[in-house]
Protein backbone atom coordinates (compact mmCIF):
# COMPACT_ATOMS: atom_id res chain seq x y z
CA UNK A 1 0.00 0.00 0.00
CA UNK A 2 1.56 3.92 -0.59
CA UNK A 3 1.96 6.24 1.68
CA UNK A 4 -0.89 7.96 0.56
CA UNK A 5 -3.41 5.72 0.59
CA UNK A 6 -1.99 4.15 4.26
CA UNK A 7 -2.11 7.70 5.44
CA UNK A 8 -5.58 8.65 4.14
CA UNK A 9 -7.34 5.05 5.93
CA UNK A 10 -4.83 6.03 9.09
CA UNK A 11 -6.72 10.27 8.96
CA UNK A 12 -10.14 8.57 8.38
CA UNK A 13 -10.47 7.07 11.72
CA UNK A 14 -11.76 9.19 14.53
CA UNK A 15 -10.63 7.92 17.60
CA UNK A 16 -10.61 9.34 20.99
CA UNK A 17 -8.27 6.79 22.54
CA UNK A 18 -4.82 7.59 23.77
CA UNK A 19 -1.78 6.49 22.93
CA UNK A 20 -0.57 3.14 24.34
CA UNK A 21 3.24 1.11 24.28
CA UNK A 22 3.72 -0.39 20.95
CA UNK A 23 5.72 -2.74 22.56
CA UNK A 24 5.04 -4.97 25.20
CA UNK A 25 7.84 -5.07 27.85
CA UNK A 26 9.07 -7.00 31.37
CA UNK A 27 7.93 -4.54 33.86
CA UNK A 28 5.36 -2.95 31.28
CA UNK A 29 3.31 -0.62 34.11
CA UNK A 30 -0.06 -0.32 31.75
CA UNK A 31 -1.86 -2.14 33.91
CA UNK A 32 -0.97 -0.14 37.11
CA UNK A 33 -1.57 3.34 36.02
CA UNK A 34 -4.99 4.05 37.41
CA UNK A 35 -3.52 2.98 40.70
CA UNK A 36 -0.29 5.36 39.79
CA UNK A 37 -2.21 8.26 39.08
CA UNK A 38 -2.96 8.42 42.93
CA UNK A 39 0.52 8.63 43.73
CA UNK A 40 1.32 11.40 41.07
CA UNK A 41 2.84 14.72 42.69
CA UNK A 42 -0.07 17.33 43.24
CA UNK A 43 2.27 20.03 41.49
CA UNK A 44 1.66 17.65 38.34
CA UNK A 45 -2.32 17.87 38.76
CA UNK A 46 -2.35 21.50 39.67
CA UNK A 47 -0.04 22.23 36.21
CA UNK A 48 2.48 23.84 38.31
CA UNK A 49 4.92 21.30 36.37
CA UNK A 50 6.02 21.27 33.45
CA UNK A 51 8.66 18.96 33.01
CA UNK A 52 8.48 15.11 32.51
CA UNK A 53 11.61 13.15 33.05
CA UNK A 54 11.75 9.41 32.53
CA UNK A 55 15.30 7.96 32.87
CA UNK A 56 14.22 4.06 32.22
CA UNK A 57 11.49 4.33 29.05
CA UNK A 58 10.78 0.90 28.61
CA UNK A 59 7.46 0.43 27.04
CA UNK A 60 6.10 4.08 28.04
CA UNK A 61 3.46 3.36 29.49
CA UNK A 62 3.39 6.47 32.13
CA UNK A 63 4.88 8.79 29.85
CA UNK A 64 1.58 8.27 27.52
CA UNK A 65 -0.48 8.56 30.52
CA UNK A 66 1.01 11.64 31.81
CA UNK A 67 1.00 13.26 28.43
CA UNK A 68 -2.53 12.51 27.53
CA UNK A 69 -3.64 14.14 30.97
CA UNK A 70 -1.56 16.54 32.05
CA UNK A 71 -0.08 19.40 30.69
CA UNK A 72 3.54 19.13 30.23
CA UNK A 73 5.69 21.26 28.24
CA UNK A 74 8.81 19.01 27.57
CA UNK A 75 9.36 15.81 28.37
CA UNK A 76 13.40 13.87 28.63
CA UNK A 77 12.86 10.37 27.86
CA UNK A 78 15.74 8.24 28.25
CA UNK A 79 16.84 4.64 28.52
CA UNK A 80 20.31 2.61 27.71
CA UNK A 81 18.84 0.54 24.91
CA UNK A 82 19.69 1.45 22.03
CA UNK A 83 17.29 -0.52 20.26
CA UNK A 84 14.58 0.50 22.16
CA UNK A 85 15.26 4.10 21.60
CA UNK A 86 15.87 3.65 17.53
CA UNK A 87 12.54 2.56 17.71
CA UNK A 88 10.92 5.91 19.64
CA UNK A 89 13.10 7.88 17.38
CA UNK A 90 11.80 6.13 13.89
CA UNK A 91 8.05 6.48 15.10
CA UNK A 92 8.43 10.27 15.95
CA UNK A 93 10.24 11.24 12.77
CA UNK A 94 8.66 8.41 9.82
CA UNK A 95 5.83 6.84 11.12
CA UNK A 96 4.20 6.29 7.60
CA UNK A 97 7.13 4.95 6.00
CA UNK A 98 7.65 2.23 9.48
CA UNK A 99 4.04 1.04 8.95
CA UNK A 100 4.83 0.33 5.37
CA UNK A 101 7.37 -2.05 6.35
CA UNK A 102 5.18 -3.09 9.06
CA UNK A 103 1.97 -3.78 6.71
CA UNK A 104 4.49 -5.99 4.76
CA UNK A 105 5.56 -8.18 7.29
CA UNK A 106 2.01 -9.00 8.75
CA UNK A 107 1.13 -9.74 5.19
CA UNK A 108 3.80 -12.44 5.01
CA UNK A 109 3.31 -13.77 8.31
CA UNK A 110 -0.15 -13.77 8.66
CA UNK A 111 -1.48 -15.42 5.60
CA UNK A 112 0.70 -18.41 6.22
CA UNK A 113 0.84 -22.11 8.23
CA UNK A 114 2.20 -22.04 11.23
CA UNK A 115 5.57 -24.00 9.95
CA UNK A 116 6.15 -20.94 7.62
CA UNK A 117 5.64 -18.84 10.16
CA UNK A 118 7.78 -20.08 12.18
CA UNK A 119 10.92 -20.29 9.87
CA UNK A 120 9.87 -16.69 8.43
CA UNK A 121 10.26 -15.63 12.37
CA UNK A 122 13.80 -17.40 12.45
CA UNK A 123 15.12 -15.79 9.31
CA UNK A 124 13.75 -12.45 10.55
CA UNK A 125 15.40 -12.71 13.72
CA UNK A 126 18.94 -13.95 11.80
CA UNK A 127 18.56 -10.79 9.93
CA UNK A 128 18.46 -9.10 12.40
CA UNK A 129 21.16 -10.02 14.71
CA UNK A 130 23.20 -10.21 11.27
CA UNK A 131 22.88 -6.25 10.54
CA UNK A 132 23.51 -5.07 13.89
CA UNK A 133 27.30 -4.33 12.94
CA UNK A 134 25.65 -1.90 10.21
CA UNK A 135 23.28 0.14 12.44
CA UNK A 136 25.11 3.52 13.74
CA UNK A 137 22.79 4.28 16.85
CA UNK A 138 24.57 7.30 16.99
CA UNK A 139 23.17 8.87 14.00
CA UNK A 140 19.86 8.32 12.50
CA UNK A 141 19.52 7.05 9.11
CA UNK A 142 17.11 5.23 6.80
CA UNK A 143 18.23 1.56 7.51
CA UNK A 144 16.45 2.30 10.85
CA UNK A 145 12.94 1.96 9.82
CA UNK A 146 13.55 -1.60 8.64
CA UNK A 147 15.07 -2.57 12.03
CA UNK A 148 12.33 -0.70 14.21
CA UNK A 149 9.75 -2.75 12.10
CA UNK A 150 11.35 -5.55 12.92
CA UNK A 151 11.74 -4.83 16.39
CA UNK A 152 8.20 -5.10 16.73
CA UNK A 153 7.63 -7.54 14.60
CA UNK A 154 9.54 -9.74 16.71
CA UNK A 155 8.09 -8.65 19.47
CA UNK A 156 4.85 -9.57 18.59
CA UNK A 157 5.43 -12.65 17.59
CA UNK A 158 8.22 -14.31 19.55
CA UNK A 159 7.47 -16.43 22.99
CA UNK A 160 5.85 -13.97 26.02
CA UNK A 161 6.40 -10.91 24.07
CA UNK A 162 9.90 -10.41 25.28
CA UNK A 163 12.80 -8.19 23.76
CA UNK A 164 15.13 -10.21 25.14
CA UNK A 165 19.21 -10.02 24.01
CA UNK A 166 22.42 -11.62 24.75
CA UNK A 167 25.73 -10.01 25.58
CA UNK A 168 26.17 -9.54 22.14
CA UNK A 169 22.95 -7.66 21.83
CA UNK A 170 21.42 -10.16 19.42
CA UNK A 171 17.79 -10.66 19.81
CA UNK A 172 17.27 -14.21 21.23
CA UNK A 173 13.81 -15.21 22.16
CA UNK A 174 12.28 -17.85 20.62
CA UNK A 175 9.20 -18.19 18.18
CA UNK A 176 6.06 -17.71 20.01
CA UNK A 177 2.71 -19.71 18.67
CA UNK A 178 0.03 -16.58 18.15
CA UNK A 179 -3.29 -16.94 15.55
CA UNK A 180 -3.48 -13.29 15.37
CA UNK A 181 -0.64 -10.99 16.74
CA UNK A 182 -1.37 -7.01 15.83
CA UNK A 183 2.14 -6.49 13.84
CA UNK A 184 -0.06 -3.47 12.28
CA UNK A 185 -1.44 -1.14 14.49
CA UNK A 186 -1.48 2.00 12.80
CA UNK A 187 -3.76 3.62 14.77
CA UNK A 188 -1.73 3.33 17.86
CA UNK A 189 0.98 4.00 15.79
CA UNK A 190 -0.24 7.62 14.50
CA UNK A 191 -0.87 8.16 18.48
CA UNK A 192 2.36 7.48 19.35
CA UNK A 193 4.21 9.48 16.88
CA UNK A 194 1.82 12.25 17.67
CA UNK A 195 2.80 12.46 21.77
CA UNK A 196 6.52 11.93 21.11
CA UNK A 197 6.58 15.24 19.30
CA UNK A 198 6.77 17.02 22.70
CA UNK A 199 9.49 14.30 23.72
CA UNK A 200 13.55 14.58 23.52
CA UNK A 201 14.47 11.02 23.03
CA UNK A 202 18.00 10.23 24.24
CA UNK A 203 19.96 6.60 24.59
CA UNK A 204 21.64 7.55 28.10
CA UNK A 205 22.47 5.52 31.62
CA UNK A 206 20.02 6.78 34.01
CA UNK A 207 22.83 9.06 35.99
CA UNK A 208 23.38 11.53 32.61
CA UNK A 209 19.66 12.61 33.43
CA UNK A 210 21.04 14.88 35.54
CA UNK A 211 21.36 17.75 33.17
CA UNK A 212 17.71 17.57 32.05
CA UNK A 213 16.10 17.91 35.52
CA UNK A 214 14.98 21.56 37.54
CA UNK A 215 12.62 22.52 40.55
CA UNK A 216 10.08 22.21 38.05
CA UNK A 217 10.54 18.25 36.90
CA UNK A 218 8.91 15.47 37.93
CA UNK A 219 10.80 12.54 37.26
CA UNK A 220 9.97 8.80 37.24
CA UNK A 221 12.11 6.09 37.45
CA UNK A 222 11.29 2.22 36.18
CA UNK A 223 14.62 0.65 36.83
CA UNK A 224 14.69 -2.85 35.48
CA UNK A 225 13.35 -4.64 39.14
CA UNK A 226 15.37 -6.07 41.55
CA UNK A 227 14.91 -10.34 41.45
CA UNK A 228 12.74 -11.31 44.46
CA UNK A 229 13.99 -14.53 44.33
CA UNK A 230 16.36 -16.38 42.95
CA UNK A 231 14.54 -18.03 40.06
CA UNK A 232 12.44 -14.46 39.24
CA UNK A 233 15.50 -12.12 38.09
CA UNK A 234 15.01 -10.60 34.13
CA UNK A 235 17.59 -7.73 34.58
CA UNK A 236 18.44 -7.80 31.29
CA UNK A 237 16.33 -6.41 28.73
CA UNK A 238 19.22 -5.14 27.25
CA UNK A 239 22.90 -6.02 26.83
CA UNK A 240 23.54 -4.27 29.57
CA UNK A 241 22.89 -6.41 33.41
CA UNK A 242 21.23 -4.11 36.20
CA UNK A 243 22.79 -5.84 39.69
CA UNK A 244 22.43 -5.33 43.49
CA UNK A 245 25.39 -2.35 43.27
CA UNK A 246 23.32 -0.74 40.40
CA UNK A 247 20.12 -0.59 42.45
CA UNK A 248 22.42 1.12 45.34
CA UNK A 249 24.09 3.01 42.89
CA UNK A 250 20.40 4.52 41.81
CA UNK A 251 19.30 4.67 45.64
CA UNK A 252 22.36 7.28 45.82
CA UNK A 253 21.15 9.47 42.41
CA UNK A 254 17.92 9.44 43.92
CA UNK A 255 19.15 11.03 47.08
CA UNK A 256 21.82 13.25 45.13
CA UNK A 257 18.54 14.92 42.73
CA UNK A 258 16.90 14.83 45.49
CA UNK A 259 19.19 17.72 47.66
CA UNK A 260 20.51 18.99 44.47
CA UNK A 261 17.23 19.75 42.56
CA UNK A 262 14.76 19.62 44.41
CA UNK A 263 12.41 18.07 41.72
CA UNK A 264 9.28 15.75 42.51
CA UNK A 265 10.73 12.28 42.51
CA UNK A 266 8.95 8.62 42.23
CA UNK A 267 10.48 5.10 41.66
CA UNK A 268 8.75 2.05 41.24
CA UNK A 269 10.77 -1.62 42.49
CA UNK A 270 9.38 -4.80 43.69
CA UNK A 271 8.68 -5.74 46.65
CA UNK A 272 11.10 -8.13 48.67
CA UNK A 273 8.36 -8.55 51.59
CA UNK A 274 6.76 -10.52 49.04
CA UNK A 275 8.95 -13.78 49.60
CA UNK A 276 10.96 -12.77 52.58
CA UNK A 277 9.60 -10.44 55.25
CA UNK A 278 12.72 -9.82 56.43
CA UNK A 279 14.23 -8.29 53.69
CA UNK A 280 14.75 -4.47 54.03
CA UNK A 281 16.60 -3.40 50.57
CA UNK A 282 14.74 -0.56 50.00
CA UNK A 283 13.89 0.56 53.32
CA UNK A 284 17.67 0.42 54.01
CA UNK A 285 18.56 2.56 51.15
CA UNK A 286 15.45 4.57 50.99
CA UNK A 287 15.28 5.38 54.48
CA UNK A 288 14.23 9.16 54.80
CA UNK A 289 11.72 8.72 51.89
CA UNK A 290 7.63 7.64 51.54
CA UNK A 291 7.32 3.69 50.49
CA UNK A 292 3.87 2.57 49.62
CA UNK A 293 2.94 -0.78 48.13
CA UNK A 294 0.77 -1.57 45.11
CA UNK A 295 -0.48 -4.66 43.86
CA UNK A 296 -0.03 -5.72 40.25
CA UNK A 297 -0.05 -8.81 38.20
CA UNK A 298 2.71 -10.77 37.47
CA UNK A 299 2.44 -11.06 33.27
CA UNK A 300 5.95 -12.27 32.21
CA UNK A 301 6.77 -15.94 33.69
CA UNK A 302 7.42 -18.64 32.21
CA UNK A 303 5.25 -20.75 34.69
CA UNK A 304 1.21 -19.98 33.85
CA UNK A 305 0.33 -20.63 37.71
CA UNK A 306 2.71 -17.92 38.81
CA UNK A 307 0.87 -14.97 37.19
CA UNK A 308 -0.96 -13.38 39.94
CA UNK A 309 -1.20 -10.72 42.38
CA UNK A 310 2.03 -9.57 43.68
CA UNK A 311 2.92 -6.26 45.76
CA UNK A 312 5.02 -3.48 43.92
CA UNK A 313 6.90 -0.67 45.57
CA UNK A 314 6.33 2.87 44.78
CA UNK A 315 8.82 5.08 46.45
CA UNK A 316 8.59 9.43 46.55
CA UNK A 317 10.44 12.15 47.84
CA UNK A 318 7.09 13.51 48.99
CA UNK A 319 3.73 12.90 50.56
CA UNK A 320 1.00 11.70 49.46
CA UNK A 321 -2.41 12.97 50.22
CA UNK A 322 -5.68 10.53 50.48
CA UNK A 323 -3.66 7.11 49.78
CA UNK A 324 -5.46 4.51 48.71
Partial sequence: ???????????????????????????????????FEQYYPEELKSRKIQRYVEPFLGGGAVFFNIIDKYTINEAFLSDINEELILVYLVIQKNHFDLLNYLEEY??????????????????????????????????????????????????????????????????????????????????????????????????RSFEESKRFINNNTFVYFDPPYRPISPTSSFTSYSKYEFAEKDQINLANFFIKIDKEKNA???????????VNPNDKFFEKHYNNYNIYRVYANRMINCNAEKR?????????????????
Avoid at 17 to 28: E, Q, S
Fill in 264 to 274: KLMLSNSDPTN
Fill in 308 to 324: GQIKELLITNYEVKNEV
Fill in 106 to 203: EKKYSNVGETVREKFFYSTRDEFNNNLPMINFKRYSKNWINRAAQTIFLNKTCYNGLFRVNRKGHFNAPFGRYKKPKILDEENILAVSKKLQFANLLT
Fill in 1 to 35: MSKVALSSRINSKRSTNGAKPFLKWAGGKSQLLSK
